[in-house]
């Protein structure tokens, strides 16, 4: 077998973490020892053991003359809840250690490497690295820009329409996407983003529903003037909710577990980049903006989204005054071309509805 | 080989035809002797020979102890600018006459096949039959409902969108998408048809462009008041124009090649199944809608069409007035459900667009 062989293995293993590994990075380790892949392990859920003590545990500990390939640098971070995986391999001492990608975080990146190095193990870097580090694009986000990832989910009409003219928008697509977007977006996102006029209007619990996970998602609502409802259906779940809203906006007797944050309004709306900044310091890494047309044009036209998932459902919904899935006032354009160009990554059929995946161009 | 496997090899050669064979139907045929194809043929042109002909010419007319393998029934109507198929296959006296699909032409349905069996060749019908009939859809259309089979396109961006709030349209769809477009719906078509706004603001050529074709094909332009100015470019090319007008509105210095068709107006637009109706009767066989979302939504709410295609280019555009890639009238809400349902068909990738094909539910 080459390394990319078992390194495509490790990754396949690193895959099973989701998405109960989240917020932290989805890692496959695999140990070879004469030609044979003899442990397996992945990092299995937030704040559990590491996919080198996973797959350590299965060779009882012994790694002598073994490889050991791991799709990101093993951490050498004292300051965390598990020891760091560089003392492990140490201690077990394999001959080589082959890296799919340097650990992003600038304060680790390449120390665990540096550490293996000097106390005489052989360490191989860079093997698959592009599809390890598909594995969390969303680590590799945070660690650079240090602003959440983002995704934009739309599930509308075949041209383009999330609601009739009178606001009526429920159940526009199938189970199947609505499976899949439980399954694959919510479950793997910190914070759910709405507009205010989504909860006034369709009272969403904004949930993961069927699908296990550490904790449900927080809840962000864009509301200016506070005018979410103290019953609306985010607010049952056991989690946080953030209402970002003007200083001015007259604060209601909300529960508990909801955080008003107060910012100035610029334009035609908050700034985006402002909403982003104030939940990454509060530890959201991932967001799912589930908004209505406004609130998704704001995020598009500020060039603030990392992927597009767009659910096509197989009607027309044609009133001249039906919603639609992006929109934002007609004194902005895009400086060059008609619109704002996107690229294209995938296609998945999702019983009758279409899913197409775009990210930034 | 089976009949199937051999009629299969039929419908590829049919396929050669296309499109110079519009509007007639394309129809293949194969000749096997001693489980051997000798001869293979197909409707190469409208008004040439048909496949048996071309196929029988391969085999120097000589059809003893041989097969006949025909996508649709031979025809055996006199009255038409080629000497009947029945005849030739009566002359050369094949031992089986292998058939795709009965002719749909209620006169001729179901003749061929009798004078062959009188005659005393064997006859076998709907081998394939489904896939027989998919070569001509339109002409399923035409002999049964006796009106023009309907095509509408339509070029938008992800969210729906085919101009910003200007109007500004051109090259929302990719090269690779104008091609197809070219190739595989204009050429094919005998009639395109589109709104006067579109008219007016784009002052498209609506020609097939670059692709080998009969004729250009007819154009008719939805004009209630006959705003079509006398320059514009849909007059250049050799081919009919069908203004669509009420019966006050007054005529221009129209070229000759211009017939303005006046109907009494009903609600808000004239009856689309008029129109077709009308377009029938001047021997149209096949629209292609190309409007703006107002000639789209007329279509679509009177559940006059057959085939929808989209082409999605990878960009957003999302000014509150951007024009929709249909729009019909608040009023007109639909009977069921949110939205017309329509059925998911085809996907293809034509560079960065997607074609994503929908038939009638």
């Known amino acids: 077998m080459t390394d990319e062989e078992i390194m495509a293995e490790a990754i396949r293993e690193a895959k099973k973490g989701f998405p109960l590994a989240f917020p932290n990075p ?8 004469n030609g044979k892949i003899i442990a397996r392990g992945h990092h299995a859920f937030f704040g559990g053991p590491h996919a080198e003590v ?53 304060i680790h990146n390449g120390r665990g490497v540096e550490i293996l190095r000097k106390s005489g193990i052989k360490v191989k870097i860079g093997v698959l690295k592009k599809e390890c580090q598909n594995l969390n694009p969303a680590f590799y986000k945070n660690m650079k820009e240090k602003l959440p990832y983002i995704i934009l989910k739309m599930a509308q009409s075949i041209n383009g329409k999330i609601a009739d003219n009178r ?56 509301d200016p003037n506070l005018r979410t409802p103290i019953s609306a259906r985010i607010f049952k779940a056991k989690r946080t909710v953030y209402l970002i809203s003007l200083y001015n906006a007259k604060n209601k007797n909300y529960p508990e577990n909801v955080s008003v944050i107060r910012m100035g309004k610029k334009e035609d709306g908050f700034q985006i980049i402002d909403i ?25 036209r500020s060039g603030l989204f990392d992927k597009i998932f767009v659910f096509i459902s197989p009607m027309i919904i044609g009133q001249e005054n039906a919603i639609s899935s992006v929109s934002w006032t007609d004194r902005f354009s895009p400086k060059k071309g008609l619109g704002i160009a996107v690229k294209p990554e995938d296609i998945k059929s999702l019983g009758p509805d279409l899913l197409l995946i775009y990210g930034k161009k």
């Open 167 to 222: 606001g009526n928008s429920k159940w526009i697509s199938s189970e199947k996407s609505r499976e899949y977007s439980h399954k694959f977006l919510r479950a793997a996102c910190g914070c759910i983003i709405s507009g205010v006029e989504t909860i006034i209007k369709d009272d969403p619990e904004l949930t993961v529903r069927n699908v296990k996970i550490q904790s449900q998602p927080a809840v962000c609502v864009i």
């Open 54 to 106: 996973n797959a350590a545990k299965k060779c009882s500990y012994n790694l002598r003359n073994a490889s050991v390939y791991v799709t990101m640098e093993p951490c050498s971070s004292r300051a965390k809840k598990t020891p760091p995986c560089t003392d492990l391999l140490l201690s077990l001492r394999p001959e080589k250690v082959i890296i799919g990608d340097l650990d992003p975080n600038p």
């Open 276 to 300: 982003l900044k104030t939940l990454y310091e509060k530890g959201i890494r991932s967001v799912l903006v589930e908004g209505g047309g406004k609130t998704h044009g704001q995020f598009i």
């Open 26 to 33: 989805l890692v496959g380790c695999v140990v070879v020892r």
